[in-house]
T-cell receptor
Framework: LAKTTQPISMDSYEGQEVNITCSHNNIATNDYITWYQQFPSQGPRFIIQGYKTKVTNEVASLFIPADRKSSTLSLPRVSLSDTAVYYCLVQTGANNLFFGTGTRLTVIP | NAGVTQTPKFQVLKTGQSMTLQCAQDMNHEYMSWYRQDPGMGLRLIHYSVGAGITDQGEVPNGYNVSRSTTEDFPLRLLSAAPSQTSVYFC????????????FGPGTRLTVT
């Protein structure tokens, strides 16, 4: 069960780019890196997934260095509605996911 | 598509009572799972199922039973509720065991007194 380490909390002003870094030193060859977002009183929502280098979708980018021991979720130009908890996971498929305590992002007006 | 639905949204039980938390998905997903989330903590896997008729234990299975008689439904049973089971319960599904994107339901907030 590959575990991850991420900052407990971060603050950012509206309109700024936010980068949340996750450490996963024990990542296995078959593991992928995924990020989820959770708003209060809701279930987590999948944001992005990647294996190596860079992945971009309509809401975020994911940067993964060659050694894959860390990854960085980048949220461009955050708004108040991006205030949430962000979880970094490493996984081989859907089972045995480890959701740590996540990073609580607070966007300030 | 309704996605993943859970009922009830809220429930209060007395110690020793039993109940079933319902979970259904209409996406024809093979893989379904139950998590619990305690205040200030991440999610912990209770039970999971890779298809109808197949279930297995997760990280914290004690005190809970599951069954999967259809692809759509994956109920979670609390056999004899204890205060330690006070938590928010999330059901999730994904296309298959090797999928990386899971779809979560809105959660059931359970309080055991």
């Amino acid at each position: 069960l590959a575990k991850t380490t991420q900052p407990i909390s971060m603050d950012s002003y509206e309109g700024q780019e936010v980068n949340i870094t996750c450490s996963h030193n024990n990542i296995a060859t078959n593991d992928y890196i995924t990020w989820y977002q959770q708003f209060p009183s809701q279930g987590p929502r999948f944001i992005i997934q990647g294996y190596k280098t860079k992945v971009t979708n309509e809401v975020a980018s994911l940067f993964i260095p060659a050694d894959r021991k860390s990854s960085t979720l980048s949220l461009p130009r955050v708004s108040l509605s991006d205030t949430a908890v962000y979880y970094c996971l490493v996984q081989t498929g859907a089972n045995n996911l480890f959701f740590g305590t996540g990073t609580r992002l607070t966007v300030i007006p | 598509n309704a996605g993943v639905t859970q009922t009830p949204k809220f429930q209060v039980l007395k110690t020793g009572q039993s109940m079933t938390l319902q979970c259904a998905q209409d996406m024809n997903h093979e893989y379904m799972s139950w998590y619990r989330q305690d205040p200030g903590m991440g999610l912990r896997l209770i039970h999971y199922s890779v298809g109808a008729g197949i279930t297995d234990q997760g990280e914290v299975p004690n005190g809970y039973n599951v069954s999967r008689s259809t692809t759509e439904d994956f109920p979670l049973r609390l056999l004899s509720a204890a205060p330690s089971q006070t938590s928010v319960y999330f059901c999730a599904s994904s296309y298959s065991l090797i999928s990386y994107e899971q779809y979560f339901g809105p959660g059931t907030r359970l309080t055991v007194t």
